[in-house]
T-cell receptor
C-alpha cells in the first residue's frame, strides 16, 4: 500500500512569502502529525490532527498553522516566511498510537 | 516541554562491532520508539516499546523500555555498512511525540 506522500519535495521561497505544504497519509490513518527538522534544533513537533481537529500543538509561533480534511489529508501553512524557517518539514501518519508513526520523505523548504 | 537526551551524539565503529545508544528523559512516556533516518528521507520506525521493562528485538536490533519509563536503550549487534545513518529515540504520550537529537552512526568496512 502507498506510504505517506508529501508534496512538493523541494521548495524555494522568498522572505515574507507564505507557503503551503501537503501531506497524504496512509489510507485508513486518521492521525497526522507535522515536524520541523533542522541541523541545529533536530526534530521538533509542530502539531497533530485527528479527524479534522488539532489535538496537540508544539511550541511554534502562530505563523505556523495546519488543517486536516475529511479524507485525512493535511496541509501545513507558514506565513511571513523567515530565513530560519528553512528546514525539512516531515509529515507522519498513524493508525493508532501503539503502532507508532510512519513518516513521509519530507518537503525541503529553503527561504532566501 | 519534554526533553529527551540521547547519547552518544555520534559513533564510529568497525563492521562487525556491536553498538549501544540510549535515551533519557525527565518525563515519563507511555511509548518509546526508535527510528532510523537515511539522508534525504524521513525516519523509518525500527522498534516500538509499550510497557516498562519490555525488551523487543527486530533482527539484529534490540531495544528496551526502561523500568522508570524515563529511558530506553537500543543495541545493534554485528553491525554492517548499511546500518549507517542517524538513529532517533522518540517518546510518545497521547499522540504527542518528542524526539532525541539523534545518534549518527558510521560503520567502517
Amino acid at each position: 500500500k502507498a506510504g505517506v506522500t508529501q508534496t512538493p519535495r523541494y521548495l524555494i521561497k522568498t522572505r515574507g512569502q507564505q507557503v503551503t505544504l501537503s501531506c497524504s497519509p496512509i489510507s485508513g490513518h486518521r492521525s497526522v502529525s507535522w515536524y520541523q527538522q533542522t541541523p541545529g534544533q533536530g526534530l521538533q513537533f509542530l502539531f497533530e490532527y485527528f479527524s479534522e481537529t488539532q489535538r496537540n500543538k508544539g511550541n511554534f509561533p502562530g505563523r505556523f498553522s495546519g488543517r486536516q480534511f475529511s479524507n485525512s489529508r493535511s496541509e501545513m501553512n507558514v506565513s511571513t516566511l523567515e530565513l530560519g524557517d528553512s528546514a525539512l518539514y516531515l509529515c507522519a501518519s498513524s493508525l493508532a498510537q501503539r503502532y507508532g508513526y510512519t513518516f513521509g520523505s519530507g518537503t525541503r523548504l529553503t527561504v532566501v | 516541554g519534554q526533553q529527551l537526551n540521547q547519547s552518544p551524539q555520534s559513533m564510529f565503529i568497525q563492521e562487525g562491532e556491536d553498538v549501544s545508544m540510549n535515551c533519557t528523559s525527565s518525563s515519563i512516556f507511555n511509548t518509546w520508539l526508535w527510528y532510523k533516518q537515511d539522508p534525504g528521507e524521513g525516519p523509518v520506525l525500527l522498534i516500538a516499546l509499550y510497557k516498562a521493562g519490555e525488551l523487543t528485538s527486530n533482527g539484529r536490533l534490540t531495544a528496551q523500555f526502561g523500568i522508570t519509563r524515563k529511558d530506553s536503550f537500543l543495541n545493534i549487534s554485528a553491525s554492517i555498512p548499511s546500518d549507517v545513518g542517524i538513529y532517533f529515540c522518540a517518546g510518545l504520550n497521547n499522540n504527542d511525540m518528542r524526539f532525541g537529537a539523534g545518534t549518527r552512526l558510521t560503520v567502517k568496512p
